[in-house]
């Protein structure tokens, strides 16, 4: 059972890996500060991969930087009047269309940008209690949670992007980081835990990154009129605590709700109302599937019995109460799926899990303006597939039924892309293989995989000797082939950002990321690595 919370306050940043992006027209300077006038657009959002072992991490951003490649002074991209806090274990993903946090949404001058600069802000806090518990400072309360906390004496932490990043005139460029806590705390000798982060920057073009962020919350700080001046065709949304505001797009499709759970439209709206909107990300900003209107919280649980007479019973997450908080259905109350699916009540099942926009009630009720359902969640090993019509089915040793896999359903690696049907047969043709999937909302008996997330195999070795030419390195568990695209971090002390295979030298100590192969010739790899970490010695 999870039991500590981790303070990421501040960390030595070890691993960062980033793909190019290159805006479409316009064309830049490779100094980002040459062309003042001209500008595109940056979205910075924050993800994090699973663990098990701690149920909060928390990291308190105070500052962001775009460093140029080739010189020239930083552009601001995040700036907020009081460092920003956020619990990276609650960044992550949920269903297949889930972005992550949006740190920032900013117009920055076109140019070639070499890094992100974080600064990271120093608090003092204490042991916490409940697993619940958003820390503050110098809190202390009853109870068997315990607290680590990580320092990073410059505050800093700064994202390499492997190659420079294009940032075009009138273009918008998604900058997704990925902090893998799990993979970042290492246990010494005498149980000293360390922070050594490992993170993964991908940059994409906006139209090319297809996921939501999160639910965003603020306050409308002006509308965007039509052309007759008078209907309402957008708003800029102002971020509590920051200095940025996201420009939100509304069209036919866009729904309204205000707090009670009535109907409302975009003529609603109001300078100075406080909404949460659900969107995608497009060049000019975030199109609205739904904008709730006032003072609404927020709930996540899982569901534990289906709609009856209006209403379900919801766990809720970290709720000391045992009993099921009963969720009130109206009329209008939204049921979306993914970024902008609408579902009727009855897809509403037990098992399923659920974020809930709205409000408690005297008699604990709570009544709901809007319920964003998510996937039921499963991990197991995976020990076979077989083909169906339209899919898939999978044999997972944790549950008692196949999982159909419908053909288009997204099968991901873990940091390493997507695979195809047939690769993923392939890969448990010899041996099980550790994965995790979302069950999507059906009213059907039957389970249908929304995604399909292979994780990867750990191996800690050492190197022996080195082929550079065929890519294998010689370890202690034998040889293991390193594929053309993997991800090469060095975790020692004083390393720097990128690193490349001939930095591996014998006698180095290894972490690596990838799949044990299938039993093959004498000789052959007996691992094949995606990701390869040079860690530090006991003694370093």
Not at 224 to 247: C, K, R, Y
Not at 413 to 434: I, K, N, S
Not at 448 to 466: H, R
Request: glycine share 10%.
């Amino acid at each position: 059972m999870k039991n500590k919370s981790v303070w990421c306050l501040v960390f030595s940043l070890a691993f960062i890996m980033g793909l190019t992006a290159c805006g479409g027209g316009g064309g830049g300077s490779s100094d980002a500060t040459d062309t003042q006038s001209a500008t595109g657009t940056m979205a910075v959002m924050l993800t994090d991969g699973p663990t098990d072992d701690y149920d909060h991490i928390w990291i308190d951003i105070s500052r962001a930087e775009l460093l140029p490649e080739n010189g020239g002074h930083p552009v601001v991209i995040f700036n907020p009047d009081q460092p920003v806090r956020y619990d990276l274990l609650s960044l992550r993903s949920e269903d297949e269309q889930d972005g992550g946090a949006l740190l920032t949404f900013a117009d920055i001058p076109v140019g070639v940008y070499g890094k992100i600069r974080l600064e990271i802000a120093e608090n003092e806090v204490s042991t916490v209690s409940y697993q619940h518990v958003v820390v503050g400072e110098k809190i202390q309360l009853d109870g068997s949670s315990t607290f680590e906390y990580f320092r990073l004496p410059s505050g800093k932490i700064d994202l390499n992007f492997r190659s420079g990043v294009h940032v075009a005139v009138g273009s918008t460029v998604v900058v997704t980081v990925d902090i893998d806590c799990e993979k970042s705390i290492h246990v010494s000798v005498g149980n000293q835990k360390n922070f050594r982060p490992v993170v993964f920057v991908d940059v994409q073009l906006v139209g090319d990154f297809q996921l939501c962020p999160r639910i965003l919350h603020g306050a409308i700080e002006s509308l965007v009129l039509g052309e007759d001046g008078q209907t309402v065709v957008g708003f800029n949304l102002a971020i509590p605590h920051s200095n940025f505001a996201v420009p939100v797009q509304l069209d036919d499709a866009t729904a309204y709700i205000d707090a009670n759970g009535d109907s409302a439209d975009s003529q609603s709206l109001e300078v100075g109302d406080w909404v949460h909107v659900r969107g995608m990300l497009q060049e000019d900003g975030l199109l609205a599937s739904m904008v709730v209107i006032g003072d609404v919280d927020l709930f996540t649980g899982t569901v534990t019995q289906a709609v009856s007479d209006g209403q379900f019973m919801l766990d809720l997450d970290f709720d000391p109460n045992p009993e099921a908080q009963a969720i009130v259905l109206r009329p209008e109350t939204l049921i979306l799926w993914a970024c902008d699916v609408r579902f009727t009540p009855d897809s509403i099942q037990p098992g399923m899990r659920a974020r809930i926009i709205g409000k408690a009630q005297v008699d604990g009720s709570i009544v709901a303006v809007a319920v964003l359902l998510r996937p039921q969640l499963f991990s197991g090993q995976l020990t076979a597939v077989e083909p169906t019509t339209g899919g898939n089915n999978l044999t997972i040793d944790t549950l008692g039924t196949p999982v159909f896999l419908p053909t288009l359903a997204p099968i991901h690696v873990q940091f390493d892309g997507l695979l195809t049907p047939g690769q993923l047969t392939e890969m448990v043709a010899c041996r099980p293989r550790t994965v995790n999937l979302g069950v999507a909302p059906t009213s059907e008996p039957a389970l249908t995989a929304a995604w399909l997330t292979v994780l990867p195999d750990a191996l800690n070795t050492t190197v022996s000797a080195i082929d550079l030419d065929e890519r294998i390195l010689q370890t202690d568990e034998g040889p293991v082939y390193v594929t053309p695209l993997a991800h090469i971090g060095d975790l020692r002390p004083g390393a720097l950002p990128p690193t490349f295979l001939n930095t591996v030298a014998p006698g180095d100590s290894v972490l690596l990321y990838g799949f044990y192969t299938c039993p093959a010739e004498a000789g052959d790899a007996v691992f094949e690595a995606t990701v390869v970490l040079i860690v530090p010695t006991e003694s370093e």
